[in-house]
C-alpha cells in the first residue's frame, strides 16, 4: 500500500545524544515535510524539502539537521542542541505538481529525553 | 497575533450531537481551507478541502468557509464516538512555487460521550 513510514514509534534518548527518526514515502511526492507536535500549539514546521539534495528551514529548525539524498527518504536528526526534544514528531509529504492541497502524514514518532 | 486561531477545547458532546469547529485567520492570501483529523497517538488524516467562500458537503461533514470574516467552520451532524478525536484546521494561499504554504491551527479536541 502508498503511504508514508515513520519509525521507530516510540524512542527514548539520553540527554546528550543525538538520534535519527526515519521517514519514507512511497507515494512518488515532491516534497516532503517535519513537523513537531506539542500539547496545545498545533503543528510547527521544522524542516522541508521540495526536491532531492535540497531543503529549507522552517520555523524551528535549531537543534534538528535533515538530508534529502533520495526523493523517497527524508531523515530527521535531533541533535543534542535541541533543549527541548520530547514531542510527538510528524513527517509528510505532497505533491507539487496539482493543487498539491493534500498532504499526507505518518503516523509519527514520539521521542522522550530521559 | 498567530495567523490562525483554533479554540482548542476541550468539547465534550453527546451522541447524534451537532458539533461545530471553527477557525479565524487573520491573512486574507488564504484560498484553499482543509480540516484534518486526527486520533490519539496517530497522524492528522485529511477529512475535506475546499476553495475560497462557501459550502461543501461530505456525508454527515459539511465545511463552510466565511471569507469576508476570515473565518471557516466544519460541522459534524449526528455525531458519533468514533468521531472522537482532535480537529486540525489548515489553510494556504494560492500561489505555488513553495512547499512550506500550509498553515495548521493548533487543533480542537472533540470527545463524542455515548
Known amino acids: 500500500d502508498g503511504g508514508i513510514t515513520q519509525s521507530p514509534k516510540y524512542l527514548f534518548r539520553k540527554e546528550g545524544q543525538n538520534v535519527t527518526l526515519s521517514c519514507e514515502q512511497n507515494?512518488?511526492?515532491?516534497?516532503m515535510y517535519w513537523y513537531r507536535q506539542d500539547p496545545g500549539q498545533g503543528l510547527r514546521l521544522i524542516y522541508y524539502?521540495?526536491?532531492?539534495?535540497?531543503?529549507q528551514k522552517g520555523d524551528i529548525a535549531e537543534g534538528y539537521s535533515v538530508s534529502r539524498e533520495k526523493k523517497e527518504s527524508f531523515p530527521l536528526t535531533v541533535t543534542s542542541a535541541q533543549k527541548n526534544p520530547t514531542a510527538f514528531y510528524l513527517c509528510a509529504s505532497r505533491t507539487t505538481t496539482d493543487s498539491g492541497n493534500t498532504i499526507y502524514f505518518g503516523e509519527g514518532s514520539w521521542l522522550t529525553v530521559v | 497575533q498567530k495567523e490562525v486561531e483554533q479554540d482548542p477545547g476541550p468539547l465534550s458532546v453527546p451522541e447524534g450531537a451537532i458539533v461545530s469547529l471553527n477557525c479565524t485567520y487573520s491573512?486574507?492570501?488564504?484560498?484553499?481551507f482543509m480540516w484534518y483529523r486526527q486520533y490519539s497517538r496517530k497522524g492528522p488524516e485529511l477529512l475535506m478541502y475546499t476553495y475560497s467562500s462557501g459550502n461543501k458537503e461530505d456525508g454527515r461533514f459539511t465545511a463552510q468557509v466565511d471569507k469576508s470574516s476570515k473565518y471557516i467552520s466544519l460541522f459534524i451532524r449526528d455525531s458519533q464516538p468514533s468521531d472522537s478525536a482532535t480537529y486540525l484546521c489548515?489553510?494556504?494561499?494560492?500561489?505555488?512555487?513553495?512547499?512550506?504554504?500550509?498553515?495548521f491551527g493548533s487543533g480542537t479536541q472533540l470527545t463524542v460521550l455515548p
Open positions: 507515494l512518488n511526492h515532491d516534497a
Open positions: 491573512n486574507s492570501a488564504f484560498q484553499y
Open positions: 524539502s521540495q526536491i532531492v539534495n535540497d531543503f
Open positions: 489548515a489553510m494556504r494561499p494560492i500561489s505555488s512555487g513553495s512547499a512550506r504554504q500550509l498553515t
